[in-house]
């Protein structure tokens, strides 16, 4: 029983940006996963801090603190409990990657960057994609530049206060209607603008990217970190149905 469960690595969750996501994040590692009882999952380390502070406030407000010393404190910790990788489901967070880097050996497994390459593969060169996120991740210029390296435009919502708000009604009282309806309402503007991909670059959004109704293919970030996941760990994924 013991050589089985060591057969997988070990992967380290940086947490609690938001909580929501974090658990849905393992849910779907969870549901993903081809196993045959509980030796077969994988193994995971979580460090569930929402008490990280605002990324909003540091890069929108302006008027907090900087939350990437915490986070990078958090990564060597994980590490130091035996995580082999890090995974971090908050896209905002992203920003703070370097100091991740700067504070481990061990891999940080980046969700917007692997989205962005995921979108790569199967988009003519210079598609547009259309980025359903924070404001904060899009002042960073943080999928703008990830996109852009693989040779792909991006375009961004111009409602950003209804995206801000609805970011902020799911942390506080979990997703509803009214934001699959803001969300459908900016995808179907994004498409409109050129666009003929989305991504879903918010993991409050990933807690209803399954209801967003849109013209075009519609990539969930949260989705393509559990699939590295899966591959990192040694695990295996479960087929599709």
Do not use: W
């Not at 996120?133 to 040779?151: E, Y």
Request: glycine share 6%.
């Amino acid at each position: 029983m013991e050589d089985k469960a060591r057969k997988f690595r070990r992967i380290g969750l940086l947490g609690g940006m938001g909580v929501e996501a974090t658990i849905a994040l393992m849910q779907r590692v969870h549901a993903a996963t081809k196993a045959e009882d509980d030796q077969d999952h994988i193994p995971m380390l979580v460090d569930m801090n929402p008490q990280v502070p605002s990324r909003i406030r540091h890069l929108i407000e302006r008027d907090g603190p900087d939350p990437g010393p915490i986070i990078a404190d958090m990564a060597a910790r994980l590490e130091q409990a035996g995580a082999e990788a890090l995974a971090m489901p908050c896209n905002t967070a992203h920003y703070y990657a370097h100091m991740i880097e700067e504070s481990v050996r061990i891999p940080l497994l980046n969700m917007p960057e692997l989205a962005c390459k995921a979108v790569a593969r199967d988009a003519a060169p210079d598609t547009l994609v259309g980025i359903l996120a924070s404001p904060a991740t899009n002042s960073t210029g943080l999928f703008q530049d990830m996109l852009k390296k693989v040779g792909l435009g991006v375009v961004f919502p111009k409602n950003e206060t209804a995206i801000l708000a609805a970011i902020r009604r799911i942390k506080k009282d979990g997703p509803s209607r009214a934001d699959i309806s803001v969300l459908e309402a900016e995808s179907a503007a994004l498409v409109q603008r050129g666009a003929s991909r989305i991504i879903v670059g918010c993991t409050e959004f990933s807690l209803i990217s399954k209801n967003i109704q849109a013209q075009v293919p519609v990539i969930d970030t949260l989705d393509v970190l559990v699939d590295a996941i899966i591959a990192f760990s040694g695990a295996q994924a479960r087929l599709p149905s």
